[in-house]
């Protein structure tokens, strides 16, 4: 497609539930990234990937998040046993060879733990 | 550590009113500096973007001069419409190009 697409738009979790989220960058795009912008913040980031390789995962807040990107296209963002804090929206951007000016940002997912 | 900091919103102005959103940084190394722009119920766009010291970005009206001396990077549109109205990001890239950081956005409301 033309846009970095996510899905689902919206979720709604109970606490303790698991749940993924799906990021479909730009086709050819080798950088992936994921983001959490919370309530009124600014995004923060929580990995980044080269292809199918996971080069910084510095940002993910505990090891209940958990991303891959097996074949260097498609990429998932597991939460498990969601809490509250786990609520915000979660951006994937994508852009081709690490390129700086090219970043494209998905509309996000909405991630709601009740 | 690396951060940017940008001004609190919400800001409210007038159409036809002129638009400054302050936003200074820190970082280690030298950074590309970039506006985003986030309508609502939709993604980060990219507004404009700047590289090195004394570079200019600018798009639709917006530009923003990358200072070095000042470690800013601040927003101006002379005349802003109704259609501006949206949370305007202020973020860094350091030169190996994995991890931006964000400001906390400042909300623009301009009334009619």
């Known amino acids: 497609g033309a846009g970095v697409s996510q899905s689902p738009r919206y979720k709604v979790a109970k606490r303790g539930q698991d749940v993924a989220l799906r990021c479909d960058p730009i086709?050819?795009?080798?950088?992936l990234f994921w983001y959490q912008q919370a309530l009124g913040q600014g995004p923060e980031f929580l990995t980044y990937?080269?292809?199918?390789?996971?080069?910084?995962k510095s940002g993910l807040p505990s090891d209940r998040f958990f991303a891959e990107r097996p074949e260097g296209s498609v990429s998932t963002l597991k939460i498990q046993r969601t809490q509250q804090e786990d609520s915000a929206v979660y951006l994937c951007?994508?852009?081709?060879?690490?390129?700086?000016?090219?970043?494209?940002f998905g509309s996000g997912t909405r991630l709601t733990v009740v | 550590g690396d951060s940017v900091t940008q001004m609190e919103g919400p800001v409210t102005l007038s159409e036809e009113a002129f638009l400054t959103i302050n936003c200074t940084y820190t970082?280690?190394?030298?950074?590309?500096l970039f506006w985003y722009v986030q309508y609502p119920g939709e993604g980060l766009q990219l507004l404009l973007k700047?590289?090195?010291?004394?570079d200019k970005g600018s798009n639709k009206g917006f530009e923003a001069t990358y200072r070095k001396e000042t470690t800013s990077f601040h927003l101006e549109k002379g005349s802003v419409q109704v259609s501006d109205s949206a949370v305007y990001f202020c973020?860094?890239?350091?030169?190996?190009?994995?991890?931006?950081?964000f400001g906390s956005g400042t909300k623009l409301n301009v009334k009619p």
């Open positions: 951007a994508s852009s081709f060879r690490g390129d700086r000016y090219g970043y494209t």
């Open positions: 973020a860094l890239i350091l030169y190996n190009f994995n991890k931006f950081y």
């Open positions: 970082a280690t190394g030298y950074p590309s």
């Open positions: 990937f080269q292809n199918e390789a996971q080069l910084d």
């Open positions: 700047a590289t090195k010291a004394d």
């Open positions: 086709s050819g795009h080798v950088s």
